[in-house]
């Protein structure tokens, strides 16, 4: 059995301190540069025009370049970390229901809340099944962008300079504290 100091615990939760229904609220954001969007691009090979090409997406219905999707949605997996799993979970099982209702662009700030959506022991357990439904926003969206995104999703945002541009499903293993300490 490993010990662990409380000075010196992860900020994750253990399964036992997620309740259903939580919302939390990250407390860090991201702009997102142009050099984010092309190496990530550029590590996993997507070529696609519409995240590369200038010139290309000069005459689409953005009229500018699109961050690659998977880019803001690792993004919002990354943000989330040290408020939910930081140092207390076993492993991420699954990704789904993943939407992205409306595009990111270079420049925007990404904001990120998770709420608990279903928790459960594991058949041993030892450990939790714990399903958070992730929510990314763009912070301080103009007048343009909010008019053009879909108005649910604008009225469901904190305030009324937010857009919703991505929102998954997350389940991860996590360890209870018993087994922790």
Excluded: W
């Excluded at 309740?19 to 696609?48: K, L, W």
């Excluded at 301080?140 to 305030?159: H, I």
Aim: charged share 35%; aromatic share 6%; with cysteine.
């Amino acid at each position: 059995m490993r010990v662990v100091d409380a000075s010196s615990r992860m900020p994750g939760l253990y399964y036992e301190e997620f309740e259903e229904g939580q919302t939390i609220e990250h407390r860090r954001r991201r702009t997102v540069s142009e050099s984010d969007n092309q190496r990530f691009c550029d590590m996993t090979m997507n070529q696609q025009p519409l995240h590369l090409d200038e010139d290309f997406t000069a005459d689409t219905q953005f009229g500018q370049r699109l961050v690659n999707g998977l880019y803001t949605m690792s993004l919002a997996v990354g943000i989330t970390i040290p408020e939910t799993t930081d140092g207390t979970i076993v492993a991420n099982l699954s990704y789904d229901d993943v939407e992205h209702p409306n595009p990111v662009f270079h420049g925007d700030t990404i904001r990120v809340q998770s709420t608990v959506t279903d928790k459960r022991e594991t058949s041993s357990g030892e450990r939790g099944l714990v399903t958070m439904r992730v929510e990314a926003f763009v912070v301080d969206a103009d007048d343009d962008r909010l008019e053009s995104g879909d108005d649910d999703e604008a009225d469901d945002a904190d305030d009324d300079e937010e857009l919703l541009v991505c929102e998954f499903e997350r389940t991860v293993l996590s360890l209870k504290r018993e087994r922790a300490e």
